[in-house]
């Protein structure tokens, strides 16, 4: 072999001062370093080189970026899949191989794993089960064999602790990978096939094939307290039975992995964040300081699916397009799943100080719970306007405010579409405070359906049921249909 | 046929593992009898007389610089192996950087938006095209609006597993040299943690939206700031500082999140930018900017390209004098942070008695209460820092002098008090009183106890 792959010098181990310079870190006959050697060569073999990210683990091998001449990446204790994954995405030309021990990929980094092995994106997993932790000083490793004698397992592995995983099978049945081998280093034959699989790997990923993952079963001379070839026979004649060679999944796929370059073009990405050159007409004659001086507060309260956010939402944007200040503040997390939902809304002349409305100048509710609730709060010489078709006894406030009972929901059944009703409610607000004219509503509500062009008319047609049932325009018709 | 090139071995590299001697169909290598006097290890010894050159015992070896084949006849003992191996097919060049662009973005009316959504199209228009993310509340949405609007960008989002693996996908394409982010909240931001160090330690660039809820443990969702101590003195483990940003407003949601691109690549490390749960949920005006942001590609990553193979992403230092020589080279940086980017926005503070100060939700009710009292003729004002990590106390030093009473307003425990105080402490500030307003829970404090506290405070005074 003439590798080129392996730097001429190991400036990063020691400075590559002295022998450092041209030997490696491991033990004698550590299976590492014949993995390493199959890396190098696949790399050479596929001349990729220049493309290449090798993200080391956490672990024995955590120096790896000692010895490959090509672009190095050391990663966080377990989670070399997934900073492999955001190599890949950054630049899809690349070709990354994460590189684990058994104690990174199958202890501390078993979603990190099994999550990238999901995805399926093409990456290369080189997996080093030597059956014990080397770095740390032979503990306990997920793959430790039953009765195997660790430092964390003195006594040998029992039952307790769980029995060996098997991760080439684990992966092997997920749907993402197309390939899942496991090698070893033991003897002639072995290390011949150890080769060809993970040069295999490699060529999946170079061809944007697949994930592919390659268990290596690898002496630890030092940790198992042998020779290196009494190791290379206890991998063979005690780990072999647990862990059995050969391929878990080879599974054809036609070349799919391709990403285009990002886009960074202006226009392309004003559209998609809605922004729009089109100045908007304003309609207010100027704030309405009537409602409140320099801040109006307003609350919508209702249930889910009431439409309480997306009025507050109109109400925002038809403020802001007077040149207002205005904010919404939604009720979200698991209040806003299913049961309540209410939203607080400020409209301010110049700025929004508090954005939260404990006492609102307006209420909107759009059932009983939240008029009784939130009803109280209302300031004195506030407005409440409520739903009269689903709130049939409202309760009664002695602080001053006015209050409307509006049949929201009935206009916007008899409408033949209930989900306007919020729109019903704006048609109310405006005719009951005036606090916006109605045209600039009407502007608010077209900005917001502008893709939905259709849906226009039944909206313009409910705000304008809300003023005319302000106005008592509005006959209640004598059996509810509710 | 073409005779094979046949091994030979540098003593001094081989460990004497013997892994090769079985692997020889031929028996042409023995465990040799003599210490190795640099290695204080046995070399094998070769006698290839029978060798076929198969090559069985260099693939058996695992040195890279142990067994090796003969390309040509020679006397090896007397080359040193830079020579030997003769020149390299593919030579290192020096990294350099593919530049980026600064595009013209027209004029646009007013957005009305959410805070979360701005601080995403903050981060489009920053180059921000790879998203990973966890869904947490109350900083989904910001993740949602990119994962709908990063594939017609051609960008990328991933939905990680965890929180652990998403800071450790940034990790990767920061690594890459290209802009990325997360949106999170605050337990998933203390998963983030042992990823952030190692981040700052690799000199990573990333930036982190953590919209800050009610804790400890899982708490609520309600707004708090009770992870300023976390994000200014607790960034993982080691050495950490981050630039840490305090939005007001949607407007600034977007604006600090393009800063935070800008300022997270000039200084290789990760800035995080905190708000309440409701800067990020509250909607309102968000005025887009004039130009976007085409990112290049730096010189220092790791792209996967032959103008960026020579180079490193890694946090490892075992000499212990490199460790330190890199702590001060980091700490050096946090400095410059310190010197240039204090930021803090000053409301009415020229020739204020009492400054309230605050930042996020509670700043804009502070900035209420200041302005209810000016009306009744107090000379209030408000400090609102907009960089929490550099505090800015360049800003605060000159206006102290008048300064009798600063008043705290936070949702938390004086997490931003205890900023303001070590501030003091470390300029030799002789420290006014300092009083606060505290709410916990998910309970911001109300401009009315501000207002009720600046007067309480106000009569001990006079
Ligand atoms: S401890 Fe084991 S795995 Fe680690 S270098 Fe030594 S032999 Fe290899
Ligand atoms: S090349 Fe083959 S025959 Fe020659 S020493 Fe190596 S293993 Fe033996
Ligand atoms: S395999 Fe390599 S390191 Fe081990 S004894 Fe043989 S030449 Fe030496």
């Given at each position: 072999?003439?590798?080129?792959?392996?730097?001429?010098?190991?400036?990063?181990?020691?400075?590559?001062?002295?022998?450092?310079?041209?030997?490696?870190?491991?033990?004698?006959?550590?299976?590492?370093?014949?993995?390493?050697?199959?890396?190098?060569?696949?790399?050479?073999?596929?001349?990729?080189?220049?493309?290449?990210?090798?993200?080391?683990?956490?672990?024995?091998?955590?120096?790896?970026?000692?010895?490959?001449?090509?672009?190095?990446?050391?990663?966080?204790?377990?989670?070399?899949?997934?900073?492999?994954?955001?190599?890949?995405?950054?630049?899809?030309?690349?070709?990354?191989?994460?590189?684990?021990?058994?104690?990174?990929?199958?202890?501390?980094?078993?979603?990190?794993?099994?999550?990238?092995?999901?995805?399926?994106?093409?990456?290369?997993?080189?997996?080093?089960?030597?059956?014990?932790?080397?770095?740390?000083?032979?503990?306990?490793?997920?793959?430790?064999?039953?009765?195997q004698k660790t430092s964390t397992s003195p006594h040998g592995r029992n039952r307790i602790m769980g029995q060996p995983l098997r991760m080439a099978e684990m992966i092997a049945q997920i749907d993402g990978p197309m390939y899942v081998e496991r090698v070893a280093l033991f003897d002639n034959k072995q290390r011949n096939h150890a080769k060809k699989a993970i040069k295999k790997g490699i060529q999946l990923q170079v061809e944007g094939r697949g994930f592919s993952f390659v268990e290596v079963l690898a002496e630890c001379p030092t940790h198992l307290k042998m020779t290196p070839q009494e190791a290379e026979i206890w991998v063979r004649d005690k780990m072999l039975p647990v862990f059995p060679l050969g391929v878990k999944k080879d599974e054809p796929r036609e070349p799919w992995f391709k990403l285009n370059k990002p886009n960074?073009?202006?226009?392309?990405?004003?559209?998609?964040?809605?922004?729009?050159?089109?100045?908007?007409?304003?309609?207010?004659?100027?704030?309405?300081?009537?409602?409140?001086?320099?801040?109006?507060?307003?609350?919508?309260?209702?249930?889910?699916?009431?439409?309480?956010?997306?009025?507050?939402?109109?109400?925002?944007?038809?403020?802001?397009?007077?040149?207002?200040?205005?904010?919404?503040?939604?009720?979200?997390?698991?209040?806003?799943?299913?049961?309540?939902?209410?939203?607080?809304?400020?409209?301010?002349?110049?700025?929004?100080?508090?954005?939260?409305?404990?006492?609102?100048?307006?209420?909107?509710?759009?059932?009983?719970?939240?008029?009784?609730?939130?009803?109280?709060?209302?300031?004195?010489?506030?407005?409440?306007?409520?739903?009269?078709?689903?709130?049939?006894?409202?309760?009664?406030?002695?602080?001053?405010?006015?209050?409307?009972?509006?049949?929201?929901?009935?206009?916007?059944?008899?409408?033949?579409?209930?989900?306007?009703?919020?729109?019903?409610?704006?048609?109310?607000?405006?005719?009951?405070?005036?606090?916006?004219?109605?045209?600039?509503?009407?502007?608010?509500?077209?900005?917001?359906?502008?893709?939905?062009?259709?849906?226009?008319?039944?909206?313009?047609?409910?705000?304008?049921?809300?003023?005319?049932?302000?106005?008592?325009?509005?006959?209640?018709?004598?059996?509810?249909?509710? | 046929?073409?005779?094979?090139?046949?091994?030979?071995?540098?003593?001094?590299?081989?460990?004497?593992?013997?892994?090769?001697?079985?692997?020889?169909?031929?028996?042409?290598?023995?465990?040799?009898?003599?210490?190795?006097?640099?290695?204080?290890?046995?070399?094998?010894?070769?006698?290839?007389?029978?060798?076929?050159?198969?090559?069985?015992?260099?693939?058996?070896?695992?040195?890279?610089?142990?067994?090796?084949?003969?390309?040509?006849?020679?006397?090896?003992?007397?080359?040193?192996?830079?020579?030997?191996?003769?020149?390299?097919?593919?030579?290192?060049?020096?990294?350099?950087?593919?530049?980026?662009?600064?595009?013209?973005?027209?004029?646009?009316?007013?957005?009305?938006?959410?805070?979360?959504?701005?601080?995403?199209?903050?981060?489009?228009?920053?180059?921000?095209?790879?998203?990973?993310?966890?869904?947490?509340?109350?900083?989904?949405?910001?993740?949602?609006?990119?994962?709908?609007?990063?594939?017609?960008?051609?960008?990328?989002?991933?939905?990680?597993?965890?929180?652990?693996?998403?800071?450790?996908?940034?990790?990767?394409?920061?690594?890459?040299?290209?802009?990325?982010?997360?949106?999170?909240?605050?337990?998933?931001?203390?998963?983030?943690?042992?990823?952030?160090?190692?981040?700052?330690?690799?000199?990573?660039?990333?930036?982190?939206?953590?919209?800050?809820?009610?804790?400890?443990?899982?708490?609520?969702?309600?707004?708090?700031?009770?992870?300023?101590?976390?994000?200014?003195?607790?960034?993982?483990?080691?050495?950490?500082?981050?630039?840490?940003?305090?939005?007001?407003?949607?407007?600034?949601?977007?604006?600090?999140?393009?800063?935070?691109?800008?300022?997270?690549?000039?200084?290789?490390?990760?800035?995080?930018?905190?708000?309440?749960?409701?800067?990020?949920?509250?909607?309102?005006?968000?005025?887009?900017?004039?130009?976007?942001?085409?990112?290049?590609?730096?010189?220092?990553?790791?792209?996967?390209?032959?103008?960026?193979?020579?180079?490193?992403?890694?946090?490892?230092?075992?000499?212990?004098?490199?460790?330190?020589?890199?702590?001060?080279?980091?700490?050096?940086?946090?400095?410059?942070?310190?010197?240039?980017?204090?930021?803090?926005?000053?409301?009415?503070?020229?020739?204020?008695?009492?400054?309230?100060?605050?930042?996020?939700?509670?700043?804009?009710?502070?900035?209420?209460?200041?302005?209810?009292?000016?009306?009744?003729?107090?000379?209030?004002?408000?400090?609102?820092?907009?960089?929490?990590?550099?505090?800015?106390?360049?800003?605060?030093?000159?206006?102290?002098?008048?300064?009798?009473?600063?008043?705290?307003?936070?949702?938390?425990?004086?997490?931003?008090?205890?900023?303001?105080?070590?501030?003091?402490?470390?300029?030799?500030?002789?420290?006014?009183?300092?009083?606060?307003?505290?709410?916990?829970?998910?309970?911001?404090?109300?401009?009315?106890?501000?207002?009720?506290?600046?007067?309480?405070?106000?009569?001990?005074?006079?």
């Open positions: 072999m003439k590798s080129s792959i392996f730097y001429e010098k190991f400036e990063r181990h020691a400075h590559g001062e002295g022998l450092k310079a041209n030997s490696t870190h491991y033990c004698p006959g550590c299976g590492h370093g014949l993995a390493h050697k199959y890396l190098a060569e696949a790399i050479d073999e596929l001349q990729i080189q220049n493309r290449t990210v090798l993200v080391s683990p956490v672990g024995c091998s955590v120096f790896m970026y000692y010895y490959f001449d090509v672009g190095n990446t050391q990663a966080a204790h377990g989670r070399a899949p997934a900073v492999a994954l955001g190599h890949k995405v950054a630049n899809p030309e690349s070709i990354v191989i994460s590189y684990q021990g058994d104690g990174d990929l199958a202890s501390i980094g078993l979603a990190e794993i099994i999550q990238a092995a999901q995805l399926g994106i093409p990456i290369s997993v080189i997996f080093i089960n030597n059956a014990i932790y080397g770095m740390t000083g032979g503990q306990l490793a997920p793959t430790t064999l039953m009765e960074f073009d202006p226009n392309k990405l004003k559209e998609l964040v809605g922004g729009t050159s089109d100045k908007v007409a304003r309609f207010s004659p100027g704030f309405p300081h009537h409602i409140s001086p320099s801040d109006i507060s307003l609350k919508l309260a209702g249930s889910g699916g009431d439409g309480a956010q997306t009025a507050a939402m109109l109400i925002t944007r038809a403020g802001i397009n007077e040149g207002f200040d205005a904010t919404h503040i939604p009720s979200y997390g698991p209040e806003s799943r299913g049961g309540t939902s209410y939203a607080d809304v400020h409209v301010a002349e110049t700025e929004v100080l508090s954005p939260a409305s404990p006492n609102p100048n307006i209420l909107i509710a759009f059932n009983a719970p939240s008029l009784a609730k939130f009803g109280p709060h209302v300031q004195n010489g506030g407005t409440i306007i409520y739903d009269s078709s689903i709130i049939t006894a409202p309760p009664i406030f002695n602080h001053g405010t006015i209050i409307y009972g509006i049949p929201f929901t009935q206009i916007a059944m008899d409408l033949g579409k209930v989900m306007v009703k919020n729109i019903v409610a704006l048609g109310a607000l405006h005719a009951a405070t005036d606090i916006f004219p109605k045209e600039t509503f009407l502007t608010a509500i077209r900005q917001a359906l502008k893709d939905k062009c259709a849906m226009i008319p039944i909206n313009e047609e409910a705000f304008e049921w809300g003023i005319r049932a302000y106005n008592g325009e509005y006959e209640f018709p004598g059996e509810s249909v509710l | 046929m073409k005779s094979r090139p046949k091994p030979y071995v540098f003593p001094e590299y081989c460990k004497g593992c013997g892994r090769c001697i079985d692997s020889c169909p031929k028996g042409c290598i023995t465990m040799g009898k003599e210490v190795n006097p640099l290695t204080g290890l046995i070399p094998i010894e070769l006698s290839l007389d029978q060798c076929s050159g198969c090559g069985l015992c260099i693939s058996a070896c695992p040195e890279p610089f142990g067994l090796r084949a003969q390309e040509t006849e020679f006397e090896f003992e007397l080359t040193d192996p830079k020579s030997f191996n003769g020149p390299r097919p593919k030579p290192l060049v020096k990294p350099f950087a593919i530049p980026g662009e600064v595009i013209p973005f027209a004029q646009t009316e007013s957005l009305v938006t959410k805070g979360t959504y701005a601080s995403a199209i903050g981060a489009l228009l920053a180059g921000c095209r790879h998203f990973f993310g966890y869904p947490i509340t109350p900083s989904t949405e910001g993740a949602e609006l990119m994962a709908k609007l990063l594939p017609d960008l051609d960008g990328v989002f991933i939905q990680a597993v965890s929180e652990v693996a998403t800071v450790n996908m940034m990790y990767g394409c920061s690594g890459a040299g290209l802009p990325c982010m997360t949106f999170t909240s605050s337990p998933g931001f203390s998963l983030m943690l042992e990823g952030i160090s190692y981040s700052i330690g690799a000199e990573l660039p990333g930036v982190f939206v953590n919209i800050m809820r009610g804790g400890p443990g899982l708490g609520n969702l309600g707004p708090e700031q009770a992870d300023i101590k976390l994000v200014c003195r607790g960034l993982g483990h080691g050495n950490t500082h981050a630039i840490v940003l305090a939005p007001y407003t949607p407007q600034e949601m977007l604006d600090l999140t393009m800063l935070a691109f800008e300022l997270t690549f000039k200084y290789r490390n990760p800035v995080i930018i905190v708000g309440d749960g409701y800067m990020g949920q509250m909607t309102g005006r968000v005025n887009l900017p004039k130009t976007m942001i085409k990112p290049g590609i730096p010189e220092w990553a790791v792209y996967g390209d032959e103008s960026h193979r020579g180079n490193l992403i890694c946090s490892i230092e075992l000499n212990e004098a490199d460790l330190e020589r890199n702590n001060i080279h980091i700490n050096n940086k946090y400095r410059q942070m310190t010197q240039n980017e204090q930021r803090a926005d000053l409301y009415h503070c020229d020739d204020a008695e009492i400054i309230l100060m605050a930042c996020n939700t509670p700043a804009r009710m502070a900035k209420g209460a200041v302005r209810e009292l000016r009306k009744q003729g107090l000379k209030v004002g408000l400090f609102r820092p907009i960089t929490l990590w550099p505090f800015p106390i360049d800003l605060l030093k000159p206006i102290l002098s008048h300064t009798k009473q600063i008043i705290t307003v936070e949702a938390g425990n004086g997490q931003l008090e205890d900023e303001l105080r070590m501030a003091l402490s470390h300029h030799n500030l002789e420290c006014p009183s300092i009083d606060h307003v505290r709410r916990f829970g998910g309970i911001l404090p109300q401009l009315k106890e501000i207002i009720e506290k600046v007067i309480s405070v106000e009569e001990v005074l006079a």
